[in-house]
């Protein structure tokens, strides 16, 4: 099924890796416009190559004198970089560790199902991607892939290699960073047979894997003499087991804004139709309150808040073509009737509407509300693991912005490129 390949990576001259802290940044999609202009200050922060202030053109010429340089160096030997995350939760003490590693997975479509989506993506962040893949043959942060292995085979593995980290540090969230390596050539036979029989879901960085087919499409076409061997038929991804009790998926709320004629009122009197409604005197209990329940929901207005739960029966007037696992969602019961029935956003339009924007943190929620920022803040709960497994082998997606895993993978610990002279293992390698 998944054809993984240990890599030949590219990491920072030892002397800057010193400060690792100082050259590591969060995915590009996360981090926010401040952030951005500070890690921009340092001239060679990863940033630079995961988000480029120019055009792509400039991007791949910074790589080249960074390369040229010895700003970057590539690793003699290829490898399985073994990755942790140590983190806890807004009020939660015990401790969690996401274990994982970093490999290069062959690049598969869609309709192959050896990797399965639970998101849709945005055809201009896509074709973004697309463009800095071309111009530099080079990941620059990985992906986030998923795979199921109850029996936890590579752990030992993993744990073993975690008594010699290589960098540590600690993100702007205060997760704990840690990356090791494997160079041992039955270790990493064994990370390759283990997920031989594997079908792998994507959790994150669903634009940059697409880009990657589009790519490796591309250059397919181009090349008469295609074997598949090429390094554009391979993408950089992070993997981790969902059998682990690490796996954090956390919620992602909705906002409302700038919606012309939003009545609370109005509002109320259509969801009364669907859910059954209770009006709460202290809006910072929301999370508590709905925690748990399905098809439960917080509504912050200006002046008031409410839970509101669907009505079972309910469940049935969703005319949206999807099977029962999607119908079933809390976001497709959120977008389906709080947004489309009561305030009149059409679900084809969704993806795209001016009205409607997202954020993760419950307080920053409450805060825009009351600061009037946002008309009106839907919170709802997360999923679970078990949910997105089943949507995506459904072979249908989720409604977007659908799951947040957390914490999320930084860019800076390690590169690869898919340039075929860099590519390419030593002639040595026991690998193919």
């Not at 998923?146 to 993993?158: I, K, Q, R």
């Not at 999807?322 to 009149?344: M, R, S």
């Amino acid at each position: 099924m998944a054809e993984i390949l240990p890599i030949r990576a590219w990491r920072y001259n030892p002397q800057l890796a010193a400060e690792i802290e100082a050259l590591t940044a969060p995915l590009f999609d996360v981090v926010s416009e401040k952030q951005r202009q500070a890690l921009y200050r340092n001239s060679y922060n990863s940033i630079h190559l995961t988000v480029p202030q120019g055009t792509p053109q400039q991007a791949a010429q910074l790589l080249q004198s960074w390369k040229e340089n010895n700003i970057l160096i590539q690793d003699k030997l290829p490898g399985i970089y073994v990755y942790y995350q140590y983190f806890t939760l807004p009020g939660n003490p015990k401790p969690f560790c996401r274990k994982g590693f970093i490999c290069h997975v062959r690049v598969y479509d869609w309709n192959e199902g050896i990797i399965l989506r639970h998101e849709n993506t945005i055809p201009g962040a896509v074709n973004d991607r697309i463009a800095l893949l071309e111009s530099t043959a080079f990941h620059s942060s990985p992906t986030h892939g998923l795979y199921e292995d109850p029996n936890f085979t590579l752990e030992p593995l993993m744990d073993e290699a975690m008594t010699q980290p290589l960098y540590e540090t600690e993100d702007y969230q205060g997760v704990r960073d840690v990356l090791a390596v494997i160079h041992d050539a039955r270790a990493i036979k064994m990370f390759m047979q283990v997920l031989r029989d594997k079908t792998l879901v994507l959790a994150d960085g669903h634009h940059r894997y697409e880009a990657s087919i589009a790519v490796k499409q591309k250059c397919r076409a181009a090349s008469p003499h295609h074997t598949g061997k090429e390094g554009y038929n391979y993408h950089l991804m992070y993997l981790t087991n969902t059998k682990a009790n690490d796996l954090c998926i956390l919620p992602t709320h909705r906002l409302i804004k700038d919606l012309p004629g939003l009545n609370e009122q109005a509002v109320m009197k259509k969801l009364e139709e669907y859910f059954a409604i209770r009006p709460l005197e202290e809006p910072d209990t929301i999370p508590e309150i709905i925690a748990g329940k399905p098809w439960a929901f917080g509504l912050i207005f200006p002046e008031n808040a409410y839970k509101i739960r669907l009505k079972p029966e309910a469940l049935t007037r969703i005319t949206w073509p999807f099977p029962k696992e999607i119908l079933e969602l809390d976001l497709t019961v959120l977008h389906y009737f709080i947004l489309e029935k009561a305030l009149g956003i059409p679900g084809k339009t969704q993806r795209s509407s001016p009205y409607v924007a997202y954020d993760r943190n419950f307080s920053d929620c409450l805060l825009k509300v009351m600061q009037g920022k946002a008309q009106l803040a839907i919170i709802t709960n997360q999923i679970t693991i078990e949910q997105v497994m089943q949507v995506c082998r459904s072979g249908y997606t989720m409604p977007q912005k659908s799951t947040y895993f957390y914490p999320k993978v930084i860019s800076g610990f390690v590169f690869s490129s898919i340039r075929q002279s860099e590519f390419a293992v030593p002639p040595y390698a026991p690998f193919p």
